[in-house]
Structures are given as C-alpha cells and as structure tokens.
C-alpha cells in the first residue's frame, strides 16, 4: 500500500495567515484528495487534485480559501487561507492506489487558529 | 445529493459481536468501504463492496445489498483495542473519476 508523509502535524496559526499543508506519496498516484475533519465529527471532502489539471473542490470550498497545487504523481498541497478560528480543525490527505480497494490517509495537520 | 447513515455510537463487551450498519443514497454509487480510525490517528481502510454480499476479513466483515442501499459491518470477537469510530463510505465515480464520501462515524465502545 502507500505510504503518506503529511507536513506539519500540528501548527498553531494567528487569524488572517496562510498554511501550506504537503503530503508526500511513495508512488504516483493519478488523484490526490483532501479532507478536513473537526474534532468529533466525520471527514468532509474539501477537493480532488488531479495532476496537471486544477482541482475540483466540493460544494461549500473555493479555491480563493483553499488553493491547491498538483505539480507532479506523487505530491500535492493544500494552502488554508486567511485563516479564522473556525478553520481550526485536523486536515488530511488522501490517495487511492490502483491495486487495492482502499484509500490511504495521511497522519494529518492538526490546525489551531488563534 | 449523496447521504449515508449510521449510529452514531455502539457499546459491547470483550468477546461480543458487534453490528454496525449503513444506508446510503448517492448517485454513481460505485462500492461501499469500512474504515476504523483511533482517537488522534487517520482513518485506516478495514474492507470494501462492490458486488452484493459478504466479505471476511479476520475478525472483520463486511456485507452490501445494493438494491437496499444498505451495508453493515461485523467486528466478532471484540478486543478492547478494537474501541474506536467506525466510518462507512461510498465510493462514487463522476466524469473526471471516483471520490470518496464518509458517513458520519459510530463510536464502538468496548467494555470488560
């Protein structure tokens, strides 16, 4: 299966900042997938990124707030944007890989924003 | 619009079976899949539908009637470790390919 390396896994931000958020994959991969869970509740799809193409982000998320870039197979990141406190929340990346049924997860960023 | 449902949390004791079910609504339903994630950790892929039917994985299984857009997953012989939240999924595919969506999770809580 694949291995994900998701950076930072935690970080404390101050309202109106940026974060960029990378994962790493181990093998190229065609879409990538990025999801925000808040403490408690379910994952919620934010976009797919597939390479070489923009992303295509989900019913509530823009890419003003939430840009990603895609540059190659194996590597994608996720910028939150002008943070607020109610962007405070566990992000996390996600693959699937060809030969099996399951998707793979990142270990995920935890973000606070103050 | 797509929509899965599940309890939201199940007590059992050591030893014990266990049966968490799932509906679900979508379009380009494509296969239905378990994932079991600790507190703190990421989700970890437990096993996967696509036709009718069981799947046995270990302790695991899990099952899919897709003309009643319902699945279940089994946990038997419940261990302490196996305590934790229990997400369905569906896969859906669309035009520019498959995402996944996740219910919104049963907490298991094993007791002695």
């Known amino acids: 299966s694949a291995v994900i390396s998701q950076k930072p896994s935690r970080d404390i931000c101050q309202r109106g900042t940026s ?3 990378q994962c790493q994959v181990d093998s190229q991969v065609t879409m990538m997938f990025w999801y925000r869970q808040q403490p408690g509740q379910s994952l919620t ?5 597939n390479q070489g193409s923009e992303a295509t982000y989900e019913s509530g998320f823009v890419i003003d707030k939430f840009p990603i870039s895609r540059p190659n197979l ?14 405070s929340s566990i992000y996390l990346c996600s693959v699937e890989v060809s030969s099996r049924p399951g998707y793979t997860f990142g270990s995920g960023t935890r973000l ?3 | 619009g797509q929509s899965l449902e599940q309890p939201s949390e199940v007590t059992a004791v ?9 509906t679900y609504q979508t379009s380009g339903f494509y296969g239905l899949s378990w994932y079991q994630q600790h507190d703190g950790g990421a989700p970890t ?10 799947e046995e994985t ?8 897709r003309s009643d857009s319902y699945g279940y997953l089994l946990l038997q012989e419940l261990q302490m470790k196996d305590s934790a939240s229990y997400f369905c999924a569906v896969k859906s595919v669309y035009n520019q390919g498959g995402k996944l969506i996740f219910g919104q999770g049963t907490e298991l809580s094993v007791k002695p």
């Not at chain 1, 799809?45 to 990124?49: E, M, N, S």
């Not at chain 1, 194996?74 to 910028?79: D, I, N, Q, V």
């Not at chain 2, 050591?14 to 799932?22: H, K, Y």
């Not at chain 2, 892929?45 to 069981?54: E, K, P, V």
């Open chain 2, 45 to 54: 892929f437990l096993s996967y539908n696509a036709l009718d039917g069981l």
């Open chain 1, 112 to 114: 606070t924003v103050v």
């Open chain 1, 74 to 87: 194996t590597f994608s990141t996720l910028t939150v944007s002008n943070m607020s406190p109610e962007d």
């Open chain 1, 45 to 49: 799809l934010i976009a797919t990124a």
């Open chain 2, 58 to 65: 270990g302790r695991f299984s899990s099952f899919l009637s």
């Open chain 1, 19 to 21: 974060l960029t958020i």
């Open chain 2, 14 to 22: 050591e030893g014990a079976i266990v049966q968490i079910n799932c």
